[in-house]
């Protein structure tokens, strides 16, 4: 009998995988499926970052890299950050890996023992919760409400510190909410964890720019008082909709660096070539590709919101960022996941359950808008007859 460790009965997954998987199938068998499921932008990555990767083949670039990535991909992404967000960092602190995932992978592995305590969002995105669960250390979930315009509450989350709390991650804009944290909860929260030196924070900023209404997006790097202690993560699948690239960075802070570039080494060597070069393109290039792309999630925003809040049973609040929204279905009398696993199978519409980002999701479930306007509105006709028709399970 193969003998397993404990962790890895503990680790779990992304449902949006399995999903997307059974919605495949499906289409697969002649059923006209609409996938409102997955969080990946339904755009080509541009022109002119595909041409740079096919180049840098064509130039040569076959062979290893620095495991830390290029240099003056290293160097666009500090460009890019002072560009975007004014605020300085050494091209040094930046680590190129393949996707924003990994870098919190790392670093949960980094903060994360038994006895330990990590802070995460719930709902969230579910591989804090995974690793977190992997590592041994007690995950302890910050509430992200509707009530609160899905941000965390500074005060909240601040009580929730304790002596052996060592990471806290924050997403903003988030996923699965659409949720924006507002500057002045950012700086409360700043202000309160001066009094917790030893708790890390993981700031996930992957949609970064994918951000509406005038907000203002907020960089955690932007505050001296934390900086020591502040890992960034983000990456190029959303902004340049380059999903399948496996292109993120993150930002760490002093050592920390060093454990990072370790686990690089040891893990996956260095980031395929080609894709650095396409990077590179996409930071230092054009940008209207990328405007063009948040405009058009910015209208579908509003025709999503607009037809969910129709539904009956359903209320939808304005999501103020990233490609979610994140309906709230109780008054429809079914469960999120019995709703979304329904009406997969008897309308052809791929939703994910609230549950599935944490037990603070039941109630609700994610739609995410990186589909075609046209889908959208098919898939909203569907969901409103099966909201009619259909008693709930
Ligand atoms: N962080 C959040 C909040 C996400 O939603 C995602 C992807 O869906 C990621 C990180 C991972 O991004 P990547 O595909 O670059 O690994």
């Known amino acids: 009998m193969l003998k397993t460790i404990a962790a890895f009965e ?3 997954e992304e449902n949006a995988f399995a999903v997307l998987a059974r919605a ?11 996938n409102l499921g997955i969080g ?22 076959h062979g290893y890299t620095p495991a830390v990535g290029i240099a003056p ?18 091209p040094d602190e930046v680590m190129i890996l393949p996707g924003g995932k990994p870098a919190m992978f790392m670093c949960i592995l980094m903060f994360g023992e038994p006895g330990a305590e990590i802070l995460y969002p719930d709902p ?9 669960d992997f590592t041994g250390a007690r995950a302890v979930p910050v509430p992200i409400c509707e009530e609160n315009a899905f941000s965390f509450s500074a005060e909240e989350t601040l009580a929730l510190i304790t002596p052996r709390t060592r990471l806290l991650i924050l997403n903003s804009p988030a996923n699965p909410t659409g949720g924006v944290t507002p500057r002045r909860e950012v700086e409360k929260l700043v202000a309160g964890l001066e009094r917790f030196p030893d708790v890390a924070i993981l700031s996930d900023e992957i949609y970064d720019n994918m951000i509406y209404d005038g907000e203002a997006h907020v960089c955690l790097l932007a505050y ?31 050592k920390l660096y060093d454990y990072a570039r370790k ?61 979610y929204a994140f309906p709230n279905i109780t008054r429809t009398g079914w469960t999120a996941k019995a709703l979304a696993s329904a009406l ?25 808008y990186a589909n075609s306007t046209q889908n959208i509105a098919t898939a909203l006709t569907r969901m409103e007859e099966f909201l009619t028709t259909r008693k709930a399970a």
């Not at 495949?24 to 609409?34: F, T, Y």
């Not at 991909?73 to 050494?90: C, P, Q, W």
């Not at 190029?236 to 002093?254: C, E, F, I």
């Open 10 to 12: 503990r680790i779990g």
């Open 24 to 34: 495949n199938a499906l289409a697969a068998q002649g059923r006209d499926i609409i």
């Open 40 to 61: 990946q932008p339904d755009f080509r990555t541009p022109d002119h970052v595909v041409e740079a990767a096919v180049k840098a083949l064509r130039d040569g670039h």
């Open 73 to 90: 991909l290293r160097e666009a992404v500090a460009a890019d950050l002072y560009r975007r967000h004014a605020v300085t960092v050494s």
């Open 124 to 132: 969230g995105f579910p591989i804090y919760r995974s690793m977190i």
């Open 224 to 254: 001296p008082a934390i900086r020591d202690r502040l890992i960034l993560l983000n990456g190029w699948s959303k902004t340049y909709a380059m999903t399948g690239w496996r292109l993120g960075y993150a930002v760490w802070p002093g």
């Open 263 to 323: 686990l690089a080494v040891n893990l996956h060597s260095c980031v395929n070539a080609a894709a650095q070069y396409g990077g590179l393109a996409a930071l230092s290039g054009p940008q209207d590709a990328a405007c063009h792309m948040v405009a058009e999630f910015d209208r579908r925003r509003r025709v999503v919101v607009e037809g969910l809040n129709r539904l009956p049973g359903i209320s939808c609040a304005t999501p103020k960022g990233a490609f």
């Open 344 to 368: 997969l199978d008897e309308a052809g519409v791929a939703i994910i359950g609230g549950p599935d980002f944490g037990v603070l999701g039941e109630g609700y479930v994610r739609v995410s």
